[in-house]
DNA sequence: CTTCGTAGTTTGTGATCACAAAATTTTCAA
DNA sequence: TTGAAAATTTTGTGATCACAAACTACGAAG
């Protein structure tokens, strides 16, 4: 009577979730070309399990399979930037309000967790931290929706702005940096779906602002 | 002086085409298991440029790998069903609205025809070609838009309904549908942008709520 | 010093193989 | 006839190989 059929592979999941953090934390660098033998070099397993990645990717977007077949993270540009803060904006408050119902005390001390937690590498610089809580705090808040298209339509978006994203904090440094966290959280105790809805769009209209704002100005038009 | 620089293969290509299409025009079936050495035996090639076109496809939702390996076309569910509604009336009219601009008379009279077609196909009881129709109408519109972004989310989105929509046509017949191709086409002309919007957003509700209606009445919650 | 061609290397692609897990069919006893 | 166990087939996974295209480095000619 075993209930729980245990994933038949490991592998390739495992090299998806690595190179997954990897991306939404900005460890690849826009433009950078990434090649099968060297990831798979470097996580350690043949280049058979990279390849189905590396189409997952492509497939979402996350990486660019060029026509010469060459894989890289792609570049950011300022139509491209444009729109997918115009995407973030349509889905993820969305998102928020079909979550709020399901937000109870423990995910609302989870949340306050990871934002004490964000401020702290923030405090320390420490941007590859910040950005892996500032993911996992917008998506605690999505998760919850249990949404099985909204969900991963944003996380392909993630997916696209992050590694540039880094980019633009390499460059300015992450200490300007200011977030609608604590109201979103206020808003998830109030129970008020305006006011989380206000509060993500808020976030996201700031951040992306500010990687426009700093980031674009010496980017291909 | 080749600035051309022809697709380095063409056999994964032409595999993702073909499976695209079979999908979009409901080809495969929901529940139905799909295999890797089946559907390479059926397009004449080895199994190894279709398990990457199937691990694309199931990046974007399109095909599920279950937690045993097996490949599937996705069963609709009425939550999935009501996310799906939902995400299309976000992207869709947006994505329309942001083409407008771009949608000369070619693209009008291009829209004529093909609605035309499509109105022949339903009245021959042609399904499979009444949904690549439809499908080609839509996307003539959203494909001017020239969108990075929203394009491929929406891509996505269709091509999981489709399969499930298939079915349900196969069970009530496509006699009884209604779009609202004709006031879009009239928006183009008259570069109506709000008329736009609600033309697709009433043939997407209007369509979904016919599928909703007839097909989600038997179905697991 | 620049430019162009050539040799060597790296890279993605498609094919094939071995293996284990899962599904299917067959077999045989109750 | 029925039901369970065993044998067979099918299936996905990871690995390796051969090949052609693309890139890189280097050197010779101008």
Redesign the interface.
């Known amino acids: 009577m075993s209930a729980d059929?245990?994933?038949?592979?490991s592998t390739r999941l495992q090299v998806e979730q690595a190179v997954r953090t990897a991306l939404l934390t900005g460890r690849f660098i826009p433009g950078k070309a990434v090649t099968l033998r060297g990831l798979a070099k470097d996580l350690g397993v043949s280049p058979m399990p990279v390849?189905?990645?590396i189409?997952?990717?492509?497939?979402?977007?996350a990486l660019e399979i060029r026509?010469?077949?060459r894989v890289q993270v792609p570049e950011m540009t300022a139509?491209?930037f444009s729109?997918?803060l115009?995407?973030r904006l349509?889905?993820e408050p969305?998102l928020a309000e079909m979550a709020l119902p399901k937000l109870g005390k423990t995910e609302a001390s989870r949340l306050k967790e990871l934002d004490d937690a964000l401020d702290a590498s923030l405090g320390s610089g420490d941007t590859e931290g910040y950005m892996f809580l500032n993911h996992a705090f917008h998506f605690e808040i999505y998760k919850a929706a249990r949404?099985?298209?909204?969900l991963?339509?944003t996380e392909?978006?993630w997916l696209?702005f992050a590694p540039y994203m880094r980019t633009v904090y390499g460059r300015v440094g992450t200490s300007s940096l200011v977030d609608w966290h604590k109201e979103a959280i206020k808003a998830v105790h109030d129970r008020d779906a305006g006011a989380l809805r206000g509060a993500i769009a808020a976030d996201i209209t700031e951040g992306m602002g500010m990687l426009g704002r700093r980031g674009l100005e010496a980017i291909n038009p």
């Open positions: 059929p245990r994933p038949r592979t390849r189905e990645v189409q997952r990717l492509a497939a979402e977007n026509l010469n077949g139509p491209r729109e997918i115009k995407a349509l889905l969305e949404s099985q298209i909204l991963p339509l392909s978006l696209q």
